[in-house]
């Protein structure tokens, strides 16, 4: 028990360095960079393999962490709503992966649960954050920010995750059996 848990607090500091990074390498594609969601493919892979609660974590930290140390994003009102955004993720994700029957359909439900509700997330935060401000925030700029412009992220999310999730889940039983 002790070794899982350490095996989970290591993948989870990878995967929070992955969050840290990946913007880097996305970003050098100005027209795309961003709508990529970079930091949200290693939230929702340690949701999937470590857990609901370390999938959180990672989530809540990994928008804040690059926003205190480099700027970007933009603490408020962006970083802010990602952090609840990507714990949604994380925390769905791992949760209903856990939950559900052990098939590979189940990664693609749990997937979807988790996208919709980080977006539903960040669109209720954003709305609250807007309004505390004094700005404005309707269905319009939700549908652009969580869907719009967020599209080459959300394709790459539906293919990548599934096929990276199943693939180290086999290799972990096959290192099992080892």
Do not use: D
């Not at 028990?1 to 500091?13: C, G, P, T």
């Not at 269905?139 to 869907?147: K, Y």
Request: glycine share 12%; charged share 10%.
């Amino acid at each position: 028990m002790k070794n899982n848990n350490i095996r989970k607090m290591v993948l989870s500091a990878m995967f929070l360095a992955l969050a840290y990074v990946l913007p880097f390498l996305t970003g050098q594609i100005p027209e795309i960079g961003a709508m990529l969601c970079p930091m949200h493919i290693p939230v929702l892979l340690c949701g999937f393999l470590c857990g609901s609660p370390w999938g959180m974590l990672v989530g809540f930290l990994a928008p804040l962490l690059r926003s205190v140390t480099l700027g970007m994003p933009p603490l408020l009102p962006t970083a802010f709503c990602m952090a609840f955004e990507l714990a949604t993720y994380g925390a769905v994700a791992g949760f209903l992966y856990r939950i559900l029957p052990k098939k590979k359909t189940s990664v693609y439900m749990a997937l979807l649960a988790a996208m919709v509700a980080g977006r539903v997330v960040w669109g209720a935060v954003m709305f609250i954050c807007m309004g505390l401000s004094g700005g404005n925030f309707g269905f319009g700029a939700f549908v652009a920010g969580a869907l719009t412009n967020a599209v080459p992220g959300i394709l790459v999310q539906i293919v990548l995750i599934p096929l990276l999730v199943i693939a180290l889940e086999k290799a972990g039983k096959q290192a099992g059996n080892e």
